[in-house]
């Protein structure tokens, strides 16, 4: 045993090479800790901040209708405007988060993720207790320097997340940890959808959303700061046990030297650029699923899905509770070593990504009469959407420990740049709202791409720790001979 360890009655088996994917599917541990231990404290708190996210998020696409509706508060003297620009005030915040997700990974990776995370989230705060300061003071314009800078600040926020995990949980416990903290922003997005609409209509009016989501992010800040960790040797009150299990299970580090990234590795690697092409893929169809659906419903099908409060967040509800069901499941298929991790991930991925191909070609052959068997096949849709968290989006963690809040920086990137393209391809194509035939060539398009990075992702991908995982700083020796 390594020094970086203490040495803890605690057994594991191992029946290969303890870096491959079949060796961590083959540990047995007797002793693991208690049934809820500080990993899962932590990983309540990382899904915590995904759920403050997406009210940050999404109460604008709320607050700016009520920001620009006279009569949407109870309270007369509630200050209003007569915004044209609303559309550009929600995308400032999507475009903002672009920049920062590669860099952030990196920085994460190199000197730690829990003080980036805590000062990011307080200044994302003090960003939405300003914001109806400056609506008053500067209009939309200021409103949308100010969604940028907090999309930027968001924007870092995922790749670190990312790295938390790859050092608190185990493999056989990955997915669905991972999908419990991945949960928060579903959860996070109906929640605010139901508030923000009594919070506008209130006495205290639009302001109040951003004022209680401001004071959710001081919140969420301050209790980070004292009780989260960068990884469990960290942590003052964590049992021998449980850290013991979770370092372990994971691939051993050689700290003596220094993480090199091998960034020219990375983007070399036919199985994480596989891996690239399923995040890029999945994010073009969901965003248009969440975003242009809605529209092809009303407009085509004559059905105003979002005039219904308990249709616009059923879908997101079941997608949740299926994204639990799917991660137990794939947590079990691991364990019990029925499949690989590599396979396991492609199958959850292909269900998840197949599924949306078969609504789109149906919608883009019905009518109106078929609004309603629409709708319910919408919902189940968004059940199987529920399998993706269980496939490409922990396969970061499958491919480097090390690197895997870099790899979910560079993926999430792409993935937002693609998902602008794609709802910029919709603008594009459909110009007339009403037209089925310009609708029918997204759906075509969208599940052509669903299908081809699945395809991609199911041949080219894989479960297993990279080599370029373990790389180190090269350092020189006396005589000029270099060490890695």
Known sequence: ????????????????????????????????????????????????????????????????????????????????????????????????????????????????????????????????????????????????????????????IPASLYG??????????????????????????????????????????????????????????????????????????????????????????????????????????????????????????????TTDIPIYFNNVMEFNIKSNGALSTLPHIVKWIMSLLFSFITDMIISKSICSIGTTRKVMHAIGSLAPCVLLIILGNSGPEDASKAVVLLIVTFGFLGANMSGYLFNHLDLSPNHAAVLMGITSQFGTICTAIGLTTVQYIVPDDDDPNQWGIIFYLTSGIFITSTVIFFFFGSGEVQPWNYERVRTKSPKGDENT
Request: with cysteine.
């Open 1 to 156: 045993m390594s020094g970086q360890y203490e040495s803890v009655p605690t057994e594991v088996v191992l029946m290969k090479d303890e870096n491959s994917d079949a060796a961590v599917n083959s540990k047995t541990v007797k002793n693991d800790g208690p049934i809820f231990g500080k990993r899962h404290e932590q990983v309540l708190m990382h899904g915590s901040l995904f759920f403050l996210m997406a009210c940050i998020q999404s109460s604008m696409s709320i607050g700016i209708v009520a920001m620009n509706d006279p009569t949407a508060s109870m309270n007369p003297d509630i200050s209003t405007f007569d915004w044209k620009d609303k559309g550009a005030v929600l995308s400032c915040f999507f475009w903002g988060s672009i920049l920062p997700q590669l860099g952030s990974g990196w920085l994460a990776n190199r000197y730690g993720p829990k003080w980036f995370l805590v000062g990011t989230t307080i200044i994302c705060a003090i960003l939405n207790f300003l914001l109806p300061t400056v609506a008053y003071s500067y209009g939309s314009k200021g409103v949308m320097v100010l969604r940028v800078m907090q999309g930027f600040t968001q924007g870092i």
């Open 164 to 289: 938390l995990l790859a050092k608190w949980v185990p493999p056989n416990e990955r997915t669905r940890l991972g999908t419990i903290v991945a949960g928060g922003t579903t959860i996070g997005t109906v929640v605010i959808t139901f508030i923000s609409g009594y919070l506008a209509a209130s006495w205290y009016g639009w302001p109040m959303i951003f004022y209680l989501n401001g004071g959710l992010g001081f919140l969420w800040g301050i209790v980070f700061s004292y009780f989260g960790t960068n990884t469990p040797a960290g942590h003052s009150s964590i049992t021998h046990a449980e850290r013991c299990y979770i370092e372990k299970s994971l691939p051993l580090e050689d700290k003596s030297k220094k993480l090199s990234t091998p960034w020219l590795k990375i983007f070399t690697s036919g199985h994480f650029l596989a891996l690239l092409f399923a995040h890029c893929g999945f994010n073009w169809g969901f965003y248009i699923l």
